[in-house]
Nanobody, 124 residues
Framework: QVQLVESGGGVVQAVDSLRLSCAAFDRTFSKYSMGWFRQAPGKEREFVAAIDWSGERTTYEDSVKGRFTISKDNAKYTVYLQMISLKPEDTALYSC????WGAGSSFSGEYDYWGHGTQVTVSS
């Protein structure tokens, strides 16, 4: 069982930046691909970004390309989501997920473990 704990969310204004963190607390972290997903009120959960287990390949949802950057620090057992130029439509509960030896999938069903999420609210 891999425990994932997100942090870094908050209330910001449009065009501000935030960096989300997801700590894994697991020595096998380097074997996992990591994904970020978000869910806004009344909407389905959607893919945001993912990084494969090696940290060499990243994937982004089209609306966040150029604004969000996912990175993985195996020494700290942590994955980050750097977000810049935030928009009100980025408002959602952001959750991280882990898949053993994954390629960095955009499909939520591929992931083995999930965190509880951190709320990001962007005001206009």
């Amino acid at each position: 069982q891999v425990q994932l704990v997100e942090s870094g969310g908050g209330v910001v204004q449009a065009v501000d930046s935030l960096r989300l963190s997801c700590a894994a607390f697991d020595r096998t972290f380097s074997k996992y691909s990591m994904g970020w997903f978000r869910q806004a009120p009344g909407k389905e959960r959607e893919f945001v970004a993912a990084i494969d287990w090696s940290g060499e390949r990243t994937t982004y949802e089209d609306s966040v390309k150029g604004r969000f950057t996912i990175s993985k620090d195996n020494a700290k057992y942590t994955v980050y989501l750097q977000m810049i130029s935030l928009k009100p439509e980025d408002t959602a509960l952001y959750s991280c997920a882990a898949e053993l030896w994954g390629a960095g999938s955009s499909f939520s069903g591929e992931y083995d473990y999930w965190g509880h999420g951190t709320q990001v609210t962007v005001s206009s």
